[in-house]
């Protein structure tokens, strides 16, 4: 398999500020992005530099903004790779695959997101077909993120941290955690959202209990739906 065909192409630039976290996740994002502007400072006086991140929670709720937010303020490549693509009935060579894009991010010093790392990841003692197999993959894993150099960072995300294998777990020198957003953070993310548009379509239905990426979605298509009645009254005057 061509090692392009493996990592998702998204270009899309976030700015940090554009990602909806809580004070105590952002206050993590900044520190990390500033050890990693002064690295050199950092190195000179023996201090470590987290470079391997794992965010863990609720789907929806800004993993893979964060990753690509966090390339950016860096000014460096992100290679995005989702890891229920690349499992390949033959393990050996999904092992294969994984190792060649480490080498490549490492090499090029990006940002590595690994997206559902639970896919590989599992606890070494599942149930899946080959057990031996799956357990030298995720030994592949680790020693790949032993070695992975200071001066590149990874970033992984899962859903399922809990069924994560614990010593690959213990790699990560930092943990953040995703969860589904309150009533009112929702409030401020459906007020920055609809504060674009013209104020007679900002009064729209708001639902709760939802991940931003749903209440996007749902914010976004009554938009349209209310726009669209406005175009086709307009179209039965003029008619």
């Known amino acids: 398999m061509n090692l392009y065909n493996l990592i998702i192409q998204d270009k899309e630039q976030i700015a940090l500020n554009e990602v909806f ?12 992005i500033k050890e990693h502007t002064y690295i050199k400072e950092l190195q000179e006086y023996g201090l470590p530099v987290n470079n391997k991140i794992l965010l863990q929670g609720s789907s929806g709720c800004g993993k893979t903004m964060t990753a ?4 950016n303020a860096l000014g460096k490549n992100i290679i995005i790779l989702n890891l229920s693509n690349i499992v390949s009935s033959r393990i050996g060579e999904t092992s294969q695959n994984i190792k060649m894009i480490f080498d490549k991010a ?6 590595l997101f690994l997206d559902e790392l639970d896919q590989i990841g599992k606890a070494r003692g599942s149930d899946d077909k080959d057990v031996g197999e799956m357990r030298r993959l995720v030994n592949t894993l680790i020693q790949l993120i032993d070695y992975y150099p200071e001066n590149a960072l990874l970033l992984c995300a899962t859903n399922h941290p809990e069924i994560i294998d614990t010593a690959l777990l213990r790699r990560f020198q930092l943990k953040i955690n995703y969860e589904m957003p309150s009533a ?10 609809l504060s674009s548009f013209p104020e007679e379509m900002r009064n729209i239905e708001r639902k709760y209990s939802i991940s931003f990426a749903e209440a996007k979605d749902h914010a976004l298509t ?3 739906a209310a726009f669209i009645a406005k175009l086709e009254a307009k179209e039965t005057i003029q008619s």
């Open 184 to 193: 009112p953070f929702l409030d401020t993310f459906y007020d920055q959202l």
């Open 21 to 32: 976290l809580d004070q105590n996740n952002r206050d993590h994002l900044i520190q990390l």
């Open 222 to 224: 009554s938009i349209k």
């Open 106 to 111: 490492a090499r090029e010093r990006s940002v």
């Open 68 to 71: 690509k937010a966090i390339a």
